[in-house]
């Protein structure tokens, strides 16, 4: 199984407008750490994709590629 944590981000955050400053700021991370993900340096914890997911409106396992839903 592919991990698609980048790629769904990229999406979730195109369809929404936002850049990675505004995500940042509405999830309580930094910038630089939506760039790490983005770039696929870094994966987010656990707490960063429940805030992800509930900000998004999505499921965890959408996020990490476990479901197309």
């Not at 944590?5 to 195109?14: F, G, H, N, P, Q």
């Not at 993900?37 to 959408?62: H, M, N, Q, R």
């Amino acid at each position: 199984m592919e991990i698609l944590v980048a790629e769904r981000i990229r999406e979730l955050m195109r369809e929404e407008g936002l850049n990675q400053v505004k995500l940042a700021e509405k999830i309580g991370c930094k910038q630089n750490t939506i760039s790490a993900w983005l770039l696929k340096k870094k994966e987010p914890c656990i707490a960063s994709l429940w805030a992800l997911a509930d900000y998004f409106g999505v499921t965890v396992d959408y996020i990490i590629g476990r479901s197309d839903q």
